[in-house]
């Protein structure tokens, strides 16, 4: 290969990496930051109305979040679709759950992409059950979203985890 394909490629390589990218992003004028922004914000929303729909204890809210053909994984376990996840876990145990509480949820969104993109959160949650228990845990999770052909993202891959605070 030539000196100068072999720089060339090494300057893609350069620019295509999150540091460089992140870097680029101030240079761009406002309206391309804007756009940016928004491609952020959507996948952001449906992580957060996941939240908001856990809190709440809205079954239908939270499955309407998920894909056919999603995959949770939580403390080590595979649960299968959100779906099943939702039939055999999460479920049972809404019915036992007084309230539910996020604190200093903090979000990341990596665009894969116009239609694909990588979330991760950390969070505190507290957890108080109808028979007295409180649970008060730090928390992190792992997501894989799609923009789905109406214009909603959904979370294809859902990985979480958990220990006492």
Do not use: C
């Not at 080590?76 to 539910?100: C, N, Q, R, S």
């Not at 509480?101 to 992409?113: A, C, K, N, R, S």
Request: charged fraction near 20%.
């Amino acid at each position: 290969m030539s000196y100068f394909l072999n720089t060339l490629l090494a300057s893609a390589v350069l620019l295509a990496s999150p540091a460089a990218a992140q870097h680029h992003d101030q240079y761009k004028p406002e309206s391309h930051q804007q756009a940016h922004h928004q491609m952020h914000a959507a996948p952001m929303a449906a992580l957060t109305a996941y939240r908001d729909a856990l809190t709440q204890r809205d079954e239908g809210a939270m499955m309407a979040l998920f894909a056919d053909a999603s995959l949770v994984v939580e403390n080590g376990k595979v649960e299968g679709t959100f779906a099943e996840y939702m039939e055999h876990h999460l479920g049972p145990e809404l019915d036992a759950i007084k309230t539910f509480e996020f604190f200093d949820t903090q979000t990341e969104i990596e665009m894969l992409g116009k239609h694909a993109a990588l979330g991760r959160e950390t969070y505190r949650y507290r957890i108080e059950l109808t028979d007295g228990r409180v649970f008060d845990r730090k928390g992190v999770a792992t997501s894989v979203l799609t923009h789905e052909p109406g214009g909603n993202w959904k979370i294809q891959r859902y990985h979480s985890s958990s220990r006492a605070l």
